[in-house]
């Protein structure tokens, strides 16, 4: 399995092939983003997208991230990950983006993540750092 961050001006050849594995991820975000807003941020380099390929090219894989400067400390931010066969390629993703974000001058990864993704983040070193919670008042 091949793993590669798509530069801004290649995002639009390759982004059917990965919207497909990121739109799970997006619909579950309630309405702060729609695949559409995540293609021109991808697409301007404000945020960064990673596929994993095989041999015959087919993406099985797709992670977005954005360097996030706080305050105090300058963070690579996993927003939205999808995919299948994540077991192979989710080791050499987690290696190629620490490299990245090392190589951007972060201090540390960062992201929220659906309860089934802590049997993957947990063995890697990751810490539950918080829940996130929130509460719709659009009806209120």
């Keep these: 399995m091949n793993i590669t961050l798509v530069p801004p001006d290649q995002v639009v ?3 059917n092939d990965a919207k497909v594995h990121l739109a799970p ?8 983003w729609t695949t559409d807003h995540l293609c021109a941020a991808l697409a301007t380099g404000r945020s960064q997208l990673w596929i994993a390929f095989d041999e015959d090219l087919k993406v099985h894989g797709a992670l977005t991230t954005e360097i996030t400067q706080y305050p105090a400390k300058k963070m690579l931010s996993m927003h939205f990950i999808g995919g299948d066969g994540f077991d192979e390629w989710y080791p050499a993703l987690l290696e190629m983006i620490t490299s990245y974000a090392k190589d951007c001058g972060c201090d540390a990864l960062e992201g929220v993540a659906r309860f089934g993704f802590w049997k993957w983040l947990e063995k890697d070193g990751f810490e539950k750092a918080s829940i996130f919670y929130e509460k719709d008042i659009s009806d209120v």
Excluded at 25 to 32: L, N, Y
């Design 25 to 32: 991820a997006v619909d579950r975000c309630k309405g702060r």
């Design 13 to 15: 050849h390759v982004w």
